[in-house]
């Protein structure tokens, strides 16, 4: 890009190159590449502890943390010891450290004069080090990648030049304010505490869509992945930090047998902690290409009742506040019992027969709780309504 770049040779330090330095290098590098600055912006890492060896291995833990973030660095990679590399001190135009250690072990090098260097944390506008999760597990690996990660997402915008937004949290806390620091920071320092303003010629009656910055995944529950945006406000031009689950679509399906009774399921749910009165459902497969096919498969498995009739009633967005997969809803008719429920897995369900025109009692009364299966059953009224 033509534009003049704050810096276009970013290094950054740890004490041995082996955990904490290099998962920055590596999420600041896709960071970059979604920004579309990965050509304009060489990032490296490196140790300046007195233990720092050229060579030695990146630890496991680190390796781990950031596949599971899709980052996958070789088994074989290694690391750098600034002390016998100092050319890379020298050509670096910022230099981000982990701790004000590490600041001060760089301040006996003259390859550093003059140069920028900040914590991760002070450069992201905020207070504190990061810790050496070295030895500690994989959680507090995995909490150092977190940290790590909304700190470089926070200084993004400084490090390609945009100006820097103030963050506004959903907690409403104030964006804590920059520490004293004994180097100058880059101009954009103080646009970052400015408030967010609505322009003079904002149309308060419209709706726009958020643009998003940057998207890292930053957590993965198996069923969900907790994803952190940053994402453009179009009527205040501040970016906030957007936390939302990333999840396959889902189905359910309402059985009825041909003497208008319905089949459901009673089973343990975790997040309630209670036994539910439910229709079947789950969730789909990466390989499933059809919602109907899953959702004869779960009423299959959960019911053990089966049919050829698969009626679909619509889809659904769950909570499009924090997600954007669908609920696929169909209609089985005429089902018959085929065999016992298959359990899969941990989890375990008893079918029972529910006649069909107790269902308003049992939803007014809450013994039928789950919203997704009252949607279920209200768009089976509205298709019988009006068929078309």
Request: net charge negative; with cysteine; charged share 25%.
């Amino acid at each position: 890009m033509s534009e003049t770049l704050p810096y276009r040779d970013i290094l950054i330090v740890c004490h041995a190159n082996t955990s904490r330095s290099v998962i920055a290098e590596h999420l600041l590098r896709r960071l970059l590449a979604t920004a579309g600055r990965s050509d304009d912006i060489v990032v490296r890492s490196g140790g300046i502890a007195p233990y720092a060896r050229d060579g030695m291995l990146v630890s496991l833990d680190t390796r781990l943390v950031l596949a599971e973030v899709g980052v996958e660095i070789p088994s074989d990679s290694t690391a750098t010891d600034l002390k016998t590399k100092r050319h890379l001190l020298a050509g670096a135009d910022l230099i981000l450290v982990m701790t004000k250690e590490q600041r001060q072990m760089l301040d006996a090098y003259p390859e550093v004069r003059g140069k920028p260097i900040f914590t991760l944390r002070e450069f992201a506008g905020e207070s504190g080090d990061v810790d050496d999760p070295a030895g500690r597990g994989e959680d507090v690996f995995r909490a150092c990648r977190q940290e790590i990660a909304r700190s470089l997402e926070r200084a993004l915008p400084r490090l390609v030049g945009a100006a820097a937004p103030v963050v506004e949290e959903a907690s409403g806390a104030e964006t804590p304010a920059q520490p004293e620091q004994t180097r100058a920071a880059p101009a954009e320092a103080d646009e970052m505490r400015e408030a967010p303003v609505v322009p003079e010629d904002a149309d308060e009656t419209s709706v726009e869509p958020w643009q998003s910055l940057t998207t890292l995944s930053v957590y993965d529950c198996r069923l969900f992945s907790v994803v952190h945006r940053r994402s453009l406000s179009p009527r205040t031009r501040s970016v906030h930090d957007i936390f939302v689950l990333d999840a396959p679509d889902w189905v359910n399906i309402i059985p009825l047998t041909p003497d208008g009774q319905v089949v459901m399921i009673r089973q343990y749910r975790h997040g309630v902690e209670d036994i539910t009165l439910e229709v079947p459902g789950g969730m789909l497969d990466p390989t499933d290409t059809d919602p109907a096919v899953a959702a004869r498969r779960e009423m299959l498995e959960e019911t053990g009742y089966d049919s050829e009739i698969i009626e679909s009633l619509g889809s659904t967005h769950p909570n499009p506040a924090i997600q954007a997969n669908r609920c696929h809803t169909f209609v089985a008719r005429n089902v018959v019992c085929r065999s016992a429920p298959t359990h899969m897995g941990f989890e375990h369900t008893a079918p029972v027969l529910v006649p069909r025109a107790e269902i308003p009692a049992l939803i007014r009364s809450g013994v039928i709780s789950h919203a997704l299966v009252i949607v279920a059953f209200h768009r089976l009224l509205l298709a019988e309504r009006d068929p078309s």
